[in-house]
């Protein structure tokens, strides 16, 4: 494949992914999954009755639409704490594609990866531990 598809085709998922985001936290914002009916309830939560470490998120990101940080951290703080990592990584992303230095996920050691998995397991059970309500998606 030729360098010029090749970097075309980066481009248009580039912009494809940003393009869904931009339209993905727009509706998010203007529609708030705090009213019921907007949006499917979490499968695993709808199965189990339980948490899952995403649960909290599109009112977390509703919240950050509304720059109500305190209101998105009650939601989901895992959330919080993970979107800026998200960003600095299309950031990247968007730099790499103009043929610029940047940070790649290939450069993540192994033994970050699954750190983050233990943090995301640690904090997918503690928000379920009966009497931890400040882990719960409030």
């Known amino acids: 494949m030729a360098a010029g ?7 248009f998922a580039f912009a ?17 999954p ?28 509703h919240a950050l639409a509304h720059g109500d940080l305190a209101t998105a951290w009650d ?8 979107l800026p990592t998200v960003l600095v990584a299309w950031l990247a992303w968007g730099l790499r594609l103009l043929g610029r230095r940047a940070w790649h996920p290939s450069r993540v050691p192994a033994g970050w990866i699954w750190a983050l998995l233990v943090v995301v397991l640690t904090y997918w059970v503690a928000r ?4 931890w309500t400040w882990l719960s998606p409030a």
């Open 5 to 11: 598809t090749s970097r075309r085709r980066g481009a």
């Open 16 to 32: 494809a992914v940003t393009l869904t985001a931009i339209a993905a936290t727009a509706v998010v914002a203007t529609r708030s």
């Open 34 to 61: 705090e009213e019921s009916g907007h949006y499917p309830t979490c499968p695993f939560l709808a199965v189990t009755g339980l948490f899952c470490p995403g649960c909290g998120s599109l009112r977390a990101v």
């Open 75 to 82: 939601r989901n703080p895992l959330a919080v704490l993970l």
């Open 128 to 131: 379920n531990v009966p009497g």
